[in-house]
């Protein structure tokens, strides 16, 4: 009894993501899949009723830290009411990874209605065999809708 409501709780889940990531509000942008965000600026782009929308994404590799990264975001063309929320988790391939979404802080030094820019610092979780080839997974709230990019990264 207990093996069949595990097994029900793990199927409800799956199928909540599977609906979280293919559900009308959730707009998936494009990526250049051979753009590194490890030092490189990648963006992901849509034109989305008339506007143009981009996100970008980089992680910034610094010599004197070995755990934490800052990361940042670009956020341009978004609803005019505002952003919520600005999420990034850290995935790989064929490695069952721990709950890892970080927040991004919006940068309000430009003193913008709507920021721009999104920083945070990132400890990437624990992998075995010594794997580098990330996919880190923006999400990004509006006011109206979600979008989703993938951004392909590695050391």
């Known amino acids: 009894m207990t093996s069949v409501i595990i097994l029900a709780l793990i199927f409800v889940q799956d199928f909540g993501d599977f609906l979280d990531e293919n559900s009308d509000k959730v707009i998936q942008l494009g990526v250049n899949q051979h753009c590194n965000s490890a030092g490189s600026i990648c963006s992901a782009s849509i034109i989305n009723e008339g506007d143009f929308q981009r996100i970008s994404f980089t992680v910034n590799r610094t010599k004197n830290s070995e755990s934490k990264y800052p990361v940042a ?39 913008q209605v709507v920021p721009e820019r999104w920083n945070a610092m990132a400890k990437l979780p624990q992998t075995s065999g010594g794997r580098t080839d990330w996919l880190a997974v923006i999400r990004l709230k509006s006011s109206k809708k979600e979008y989703r990019a993938a951004f392909p990264f590695h050391f």
């Not at 341009?76 to 391939?93: K, L, N, P, R, T």
């Open 73 to 111: 975001v670009t956020a341009v063309g978004f609803d005019f009411e505002g952003i919520e929320s600005i999420s990034v988790s850290f995935e790989m391939q064929g490695e069952d990874i721990e709950d890892n979404l970080l927040l991004f802080l919006p940068d309000k030094s430009l003193q």
